[in-house]
């Protein structure tokens, strides 16, 4: 009997030695991931803006454990255009429409960001659309509709 319990007992621990969780395949790293490319060039704008769209990319999904932005572009009166992420944003907003621009900060946390690609048929490789890569100037700003 006493060899029986020494048994079951080794047995137990080694079970429960097993049981333990393993980090060695974790990587410890701080970076701050979001959806932006390197090459966005960030600015805050100064003052509220009013400015046409030219292309919106809607965001659908509720802000909550992720945030969230819509990406519009838009051109202003110097006929520049730019790049505005939009916070927990679920508007839709037409090409040509009106909208104005009220400057926010660029969060210091995660945002995802909605994309679009399409396949190129000459190379058969998925590649984003030319506004969206050559459009490097980016803000953030909340959109306000205006009434027509």
């Not at 919106?56 to 009166?77: L, P, R, Y």
């Not at 939009?86 to 210091?108: G, S």
């Not at 490789?125 to 100037?137: A, G, P, Q």
């Amino acid at each position: 009997m006493f060899w029986l319990k020494k048994i079951i007992l080794l047995i137990f621990i080694s079970i429960l030695s097993s049981c333990k969780t393993s980090t060695s395949h974790l990587i410890n790293d701080n970076r701050n991931f979001s959806s932006y490319d390197s090459s966005w060039i960030f600015f805050n704008l100064e003052n509220k803006i009013e400015v046409k769209v030219v292309d919106h990319i809607k965001n659908d999904a509720h802000c909550g454990i992720v945030a969230v932005a819509s990406v519009t572009f838009v051109i202003d009166e110097r006929e520049e255009i730019f790049r505005v992420l939009n916070l927990c944003n679920l508007t839709d907003y037409k090409k040509d429409e009106l909208i104005r621009l009220n400057p926010t900060d660029k969060p210091d946390f995660n945002v995802s960001l909605p994309y679009r690609v399409f396949l190129n048929p000459q190379t058969n490789k998925r590649e984003r659309f030319e506004l969206d890569k050559n459009t490097l100037k980016t803000t953030y700003a909340h959109i306000e509709k205006i009434p027509q």
